[in-house]
Nanobody, 117 residues
Framework: QVQLVESGGGLVQPGGSLRLSCAASGIIFSIYTMAWYRQAPGKQRDLVAAVTAGGSTNYADSVKGRFTISRSYANNTVYLQMNSLKPEDTAVYYC???????????WGQGTQVTVSS
């Protein structure tokens, strides 16, 4: 059974930081691209950042220079370090896994991030 379990969300003031974690089980972690998406109320779900099996990363323009995605093969976990948070970063953040060769994909249950004073 595949599971992507997110943690680390919460309430933070503007300018603050949070680190999200996504622990993956039931998949061969090393052959999946891992990513974070987010969805604000009334908006579509958008890509925030992704890291391939080989370690290449890409980011949404809105988070470049503020967010960093990384992965640990030792504990099958992908992280999203979020710095200089803004109110517009408020959303539910979802972990996503895609097999590097097939159409096989998985989603986590989401974790709420709220940036507010």
């Amino acid at each position: 059974q595949v599971q992507l379990v997110e943690s680390g969300g919460g309430l933070v003031q503007p300018g603050g930081s949070l680190r999200l974690s996504c622990a993956a089980s039931g998949i061969i972690f090393s052959i999946y691209t891992m990513a974070w998406y987010r969805q604000a109320p009334g908006k579509q779900r958008d890509l925030v950042a992704a890291v391939t099996a080989g370690g290449s990363t890409n980011y949404a323009d809105s988070v470049k220079g503020r967010f960093t995605i990384s992965r640990s093969y030792a504990n099958n976990t992908v992280y999203l370090q979020m710095n200089s948070l803004k109110p517009e970063d408020t959303a539910v953040y979802y972990c996503y896994a895609k097999h590097r060769r097939t159409a096989e994909t998985y989603w986590g249950q989401g974790t709420q991030v709220t940036v507010s004073s």
